[in-house]
Every structure is written in C-alpha cells, then in structure tokens.
C-alpha cells in the first residue's frame, strides 16, 4: 500500500494509528482510501493531527442539521455519542433533494467525510449502509467543527 510504503521511506512506525486517524473512505468494495491531503500533512509534520479540518466551510452541513429535518439532528447526537445507524445510499447527490430527503444528505456527509461506513449490505431497495461518525479514536465525534453544526 502506497501509504505504508512512504511512511517506510520516512522511517514512520505508526501505521495502526494512521489507518485509525486517516483511512476513512470506501469506494465501491475498496477500503482503505486514505485522505491525501492529511497524509501528505503527516509525513511533513510527522505527528497526528486532524489536518482536514478548516479546509472547507461547513455552512451547508450546519444548515442541514440544525434547520434540515428534524430526525436529522436526533441521528446526529447518537453519531456523536458513539452510535451507528442504518440507512440506505443514493450515490447521486441531488442538492435540491438535500432539504427533504435524508438519504440525500446521508450521501452528502459519506462523502464528504463526515460519516463513515461500518457495514454494506445489499436488499431489494439497492445498497444499505451501516454508518457512523469516527472509528478507533474519539476526535472525530469531539471536533468542534462537528459540534458547531449543533
């Protein structure tokens, strides 16, 4: 894996704890993707950091959360408090769908990095996705951009 490779030629041992910190998108049935732009922060500053945030406005992701629908923010606060939920994917983002349409906005936080997924499974209704906020370590679910939205 590419990562490890040049984490080998910078002489880094952590591999564990970087999977952990950055390897957090799936595509397809392809794990272990990991966040470039946090990698490449990593290797440079050779320490662990969430180098992903304040690289983007969350304005669309606070709106949706705090005026959206109100089931919305009620499977947000069990994401922050360390649980996961099911649901199912629609791998197009339709933008106008995202005020009235909770797996539109599902999509949009997968994609966007805010959530990641546990589990796959597939039924009559298409792809269904068990989702959570985080994964071995906390900081997702304590960053206060996250907890903005609220």
């Known amino acids: ?36 732009w946090s990698i490449i922060n990593y290797l440079d500053k050779l ?18 959360i705090q005026g959206g629908i109100p089931d919305i923010k009620i ?8 649980k996961s939920f099911h649901t199912t994917m629609d791998e197009q983002i339709v933008f106008d769908q995202l005020d009235h349409n909770m797996n539109a906005i599902w999509s949009l936080l997968l994609a966007g990095g805010y959530l990641k997924v546990e589990h796959v499974a597939y039924d009559e209704r298409g792809k269904a996705l068990r989702l959570y906020v985080g994964g071995e370590r906390d900081s997702d679910r304590q960053n206060p951009e996250i907890w903005l939205c609220f």
Do not use: C
Request: charged share 25%; hydrophobic share 40%.
């Open 1 to 36: 894996m590419e990562v490890f490779a040049a984490m080998d030629e910078f002489g880094l041992t952590q591999k564990e704890e970087v999977r952990a910190w950055y390897d957090g998108f799936t595509f397809g049935d392809t794990h272990d993707i990991y966040n470039p």
């Open 47 to 64: 320490r662990l950091a969430a180098y992903w945030a304040n690289t983007s406005s969350n304005s669309l992701v606070g709106r949706l």
């Open 75 to 82: 499977i947000m606060e069990d994401l922050l408090q360390g």
